[in-house]
């Protein structure tokens, strides 16, 4: 990293006994070229002293939120302003609390919720309270909320257990600091455009077609390609997912208006990734007015709406497209099949059934392209959608070679 380059990094230090290998941190990242301003809770202050950490980032250590004479050297929103990364070492199953509910009563937790720096944890606690269901809920709002969780490891506690919750090594963090900072800008320049949930096929004013999709997966591929630089078009079915910061929603309702949709936003993108569950067919008559229930039999006639998938790459052959693939079963061969009949990128294919895919918080997938194949394992669809996503990225750099 050169001069010009400098990073800023703001070094939170929450309350746990790793807080002793925080100082080796500090020393790790400025060695590594950035500029390191330090930030401590006040438990953290009962297990390594300020003093230390001043003398190694060379910067007053910023303690309080409401301290007069801190605020008028460098305030907490000059702070949260300054930090090019937000790096929790260690972060304590107290502190992952705060963040996950937006707490801001002291000064680490406030210059969290005012920067739009990206932001990594390096939680550390006891084994038994990092596998408590109340810190893994906490730990999956903040992946959805865009934080990067760099794991604890496995080994000897200080308490004496063992098992999970060792804060990594300081080594290790830079590694994984520098891992999702190449990340981070990937996608920088490129316009992405992606469809998400359900459709609505209308029958009458008040009854409807349409399938379990909660587009769950679709919005954490769109938050995510968001987070990686990119600028993105989210076409949203039905659904009550909330918009996620950074981007473009375009709501819609049934598979034609979709249809729509895409063929206006297509013509400025390059990459477009189909996750929508589209209604494969709607009824031929949509009724004014509400059907009665006087027929004991009734018929629908339906008609099979259009692909839209397979109509943008067909007259855009020029943009990267990405489909999924649900199925219950011969995923693969499903899978090869959908690349070669839709003259797609890439498939993404997942099982669907019995508690898998549909409306799950977690998934996996089959990734499949041309000459490749990967298989991305069980994991909470926010990381899900950045490993695809990071697959994505590097077949599309190769597709003009
Ligand atoms: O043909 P099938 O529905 O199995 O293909 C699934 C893929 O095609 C998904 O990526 C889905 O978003 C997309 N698709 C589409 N328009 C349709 C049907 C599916 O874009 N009418």
């Known amino acids: 990293m050169t001069k010009s380059q400098t990073k800023n990094i703001l070094l939170g230090i929450t309350g746990g006994i790793a807080a002793y290998k925080s100082a080796e941190l500090t020393r790790l990242l400025i060695k590594q070229g950035y500029s390191v301003r330090v930030c401590m809770t006040q438990a953290a202050t009962q297990f390594i002293t300020p003093l230390t950490l001043q003398a190694l980032s060379t910067h007053p250590v910023h303690l309080d939120l409401l301290d007069t004479q801190a605020e008028s ?21 107290d502190f992952i609390a705060k963040m996950a509910h937006g707490f801001a009563d002291d000064l680490l937790s406030t210059v969290c919720l005012a920067s739009n720096a990206p932001v990594n944890i390096a939680p550390a606690m006891n084994q038994q309270m990092w596998k408590h269901p109340a810190v893994q809920n906490n730990v999956q709002t903040l992946i959805a909320n865009g934080v990067n969780i760099f794991e604890p490891a496995a080994g000897e506690q200080a308490c004496g257990d063992i098992g999970v919750g060792r804060m990594l090594e300081p080594s290790e963090i830079i590694d994984r600091l520098a891992i999702t900072e190449t990340h981070s800008r990937q996608l920088a320049g490129v316009k992405l455009l992606i469809t998400a949930g359900a459709t609505r096929e209308a029958i009458d004013p008040v009854r409807y077609l349409t399938n379990r999709s909660s587009g769950k997966m679709g919005y954490a591929i769109a938050q995510a390609a968001q987070q990686m630089g990119a600028e993105v078009t989210l076409i949203s079915g039905i659904g009550c997912l909330p918009k996620p910061s950074g981007l473009t929603r375009i709501s819609v309702e049934s598979a034609n208006d979709m249809y729509q949709a895409v063929l206006k936003q297509a013509e400025n993108c390059d990459i477009f990734i189909a996750t929508a569950a589209v209604a494969d067919y709607s009824p031929v008559q949509q009724n004014t007015h509400k059907i009665k229930k006087t027929a004991n039999h009734l018929q629908l006639e339906l008609q099979k709406n259009p692909d839209i998938l397979a109509t943008v790459s067909q007259q855009f052959p020029n943009i990267f497209t990405v489909g999924f693939a649900a199925e219950t079963d011969n995923l693969i061969q499903y899978a090869r099949q959908k690349l070669t009949n839709k003259k797609l990128d890439m498939v993404a294919a997942n099982w669907v059934g019995k508690d898998k895919g549909f409306d799950q918080t977690e998934n996996a997938l089959e990734v499949l392209w041309k000459d490749g194949q990967c298989s991305l394992p069980t994991m909470p669809k926010q990381q899900l959608a950045k490993e695809l996503l990071y697959l994505v990225e590097k077949n599309y750099r190769n597709k003009d070679k």
């Open 73 to 93: 050297a460098m305030g907490h929103i000059e702070l949260a302003r300054w930090a090019d990364h937000i790096l929790i070492a260690p972060c304590t199953a």
